[in-house]
């Protein structure tokens, strides 16, 4: 009964537990855009309607009797509808939750060509839901005392994330809290306070964005950009944290209609892989009981983590093209947004308490100078010796943060990479000094120090090229190397006493003390065999399959992967050596490897 129910759990409890636990379901939207001229002459009629507010249907016009798709959305509108009637019925009411310190995100989706860009950034006469979003954030700020806003923006662009506020060479990585929330290290925040700071922050960042012409659309984004504006309040020692991501997806392109060659074809199968990766984690957050969702697939999932069955409120825009011609894609966008209204997300309150400890010194100076007591006084002075040695011993543990085990990490780095280039083991040294490379430019340690860690990367490289070119010279003209002007590691011999040597999987020793130059003869690279042997492993890592490619040795799926993307971008290998082009961790003595354990391959 009523009684009961209230008697054992309050009313005032049962809301709390519908505020904070309730939740969320990915609420869709469709927009049909208005057919374009060129397309009302070539295709026709259009192929997709909108039947009411909340379905919307498909027709092949090209099949003869064929039945309409109906599709039942949130919410749906024509190519009649307004930019200002789509945000007020459905965005505005939910923009304000940021200042609950809640998530917020809103992404547009859909071929490239139906009008994301339109309906996110919008034009001056018909602004979209970007600076419709921000205008009511301001209205909303008025009403929240001792708020603060903060923008930042970035793009996504072959599958490197970069900041458009603040242009750098290098691509910004992607990272996980330990309250599972995604964020971005490094990346630009501004302060703004009025409409108008945003506006030119937001102007100056879309400049930098990734735009060109293809065969479908004359200003195709080659990128997917994240708009994020985060809102600070403070309430009761709290402080509510609360996003809002505006996302403008790339769309999906079919190059046998965009005609892409060259780096517009690149830049299209990222887009691509990276939509493709979207599609594959709402497939699986839709099945029951799974345990990984593939969300480290591409940068683009990581980053709607907390938007995909995270702790966001999301809503996506399907936009679609009317035209017959784009039919196919009306039809993937229809199903994917289908499926991912049935998408469900956790919403929560992000805040972050207060430090006590600027409570307890106030309220100790008040009551000090209100009740002056030698003895309290002599108590206030031993918490504070308490304290301080408190801090100290916290003090003296630099090496507990993030930031200290990362600079203990390049300097290890650094002293192991000078050790393997004194004995001329360039291949590690070369390991080495990328790792320390990356992990200085990450935690963004000591400008001067990463030139030179830079400057040792490429004098490294520049060493290694020399190797593989006079290795390739000894392979081609069945010579020696033994008079080499660069000694690498593992490839040639040294006259150092008691050091043992490895050559082609084979142990030699020098005898201390021993003119080794005397008794030492000329150890061939290869034989005919063994030439054989590289042209047909070759011809595998050029042409074959990521089935043939991971029955070679030493070659996994993993590394099947970094071949096949490499002879996509840069075309064949011209050598077998070339293969520590691929990836970071294929050394010489890889290579070496696995030529050595492939001899009995046949094509």
């Known amino acids: 009964t009523k009684r009961s129910i209230t008697h054992h759990f309050p009313l005032y409890l049962f809301i709390l537990y519908l505020f904070f636990f309730m939740d969320s379901r990915v609420k869709v939207i469709i927009r049909v855009r208005p057919t374009l001229k060129k397309e009302s002459v070539v295709e026709g009629p259009e192929c997709v309607k909108v039947n009411d507010s909340q379905s919307v249907h498909l027709f092949n016009l090209k099949v003869k009797e064929s ?3 109906q599709y039942k959305m949130d919410a749906c509108y024509g190519p009649d509808s307004s930019q200002e009637e789509i945000f007020n019925q459905e965005i505005r009411d939910t923009v304000g939750k940021i200042f609950e310190g809640k998530n917020v995100t809103v992404f547009a989706y859909g071929v490239t060509g139906s009008g994301k860009t339109h309906t996110m950034q919008g034009t001056e006469e018909h602004p979209g839901i970007i600076p419709r979003s921000v205008q009511e954030i301001f209205k909303c700020l008025k009403d929240h005392s001792g708020s603060n806003v903060k923008v930042s923006y970035l793009e996504i662009y072959n599958e490197k994330a970069f900041d458009l506020l603040e242009v750098k060479e290098t691509d910004l990585p992607i990272r996980e809290d330990a309250n599972h929330n995604i964020f971005i290290p490094n990346l630009f925040e501004i302060p703004i306070k009025n409409f108008s700071e945003f506006q030119s922050t ?3 960042g879309c400049k930098n964005r990734r735009v060109a012409s293809t065969k479908l659309n004359a200003h195709s984004s080659r990128s997917h950009a994240i708009l994020m504006i985060k809102a600070e309040r403070k309430v009761m020692g709290k402080t509510l944290i609360g996003k809002l991501h505006l996302i403008d997806l790339a ?7 965009t005609d892409n060659k060259g780096l517009r074809m690149t830049e299209s199968s990222n887009i691509n892989t990276s939509l493709f990766v979207l599609n594959k984690v709402v497939n699986m957050l839709n099945k029951p009981n799974q345990n990984r969702i593939p969300y480290r697939d591409s940068k683009l999932t990581r980053l709607l983590q907390d938007s995909l069955g995270g702790n966001s409120h999301s809503m996506m825009i399907a936009n679609i093209a009317p035209s017959q011609q784009y039919y196919h894609d009306s039809f993937n966008t229809l199903n994917f947004a289908s499926k991912s209204k049935m998408v469900v ?3 929560t309150i992000n805040f972050e308490e207060e430090k006590r400890v600027v409570d307890y010194e106030a309220h100790r100076i008040k009551s000090k100078n209100e009740n002056h007591n030698p003895n309290e006084e002599h108590n206030h002075n031993d918490k504070e010796q308490i304290t301080k040695k408190q801090t100290s011993s916290k003090r003296s543990q630099p090496d507990q943060t993030p930031q200290s ?4 990490q390049v300097k290890s780095c650094i002293k192991k990479a000078k050790s393997f280039e004194d004995e001329k083991n360039y291949s590690d040294a070369f390991f080495f000094y990328s790792k320390a490379q ?3 430019l990450d935690i963004n340690y000591e400008h001067n120090l990463y030139q030179k860690i830079n400057l040792k990367v490429k004098e490294m490289d520049r060493i290694l090229e020399e190797v593989s070119k006079q290795e390739k010279e000894a392979f081609e003209g069945n010579q020696t190397v033994q008079n080499s002007p660069v000694a690498p590691k593992k490839l040639l011999f040294e006259d150092s006493p008691q050091k043992e040597i490895i050559r082609n999987q084979t142990k030699r020793k020098v005898s201390d003390g021993s003119d080794s130059s005397s008794n030492k003869k000329p150890c061939k690279l290869v034989t005919e065999d063994a030439q054989d042997i590289e042209s047909k492993l070759l011809h595998i ?8 490619l991971q029955g070679l040795d030493q070659i996994g799926k993993t590394r099947s992967e970094q071949i096949i993307n490499h002879r996509n971008i840069f075309g064949p290998l011209e050598s077998v050596y070339d293969l520590k ?3 970071s961790k294929i050394t010489d003595s890889f290579v070496l490897k696995f030529i050595d354990e492939n001899k009995k391959i046949s094509i």
């Open 67 to 69: 039945v309409a798709l």
């Open 251 to 257: 769309g999906s392109e079919d190059n046998r209609r």
């Open 345 to 347: 997300n956790k919403p």
């Open 438 to 440: 990356k992990i200085s």
């Open 202 to 204: 937001y102007n100056n």
């Open 541 to 548: 890592l050029n042409y074959g399959s990521s089935k043939q």
């Open 581 to 583: 082009k691929v990836g």
């Open 405 to 408: 085990k990362a600079i203990n």
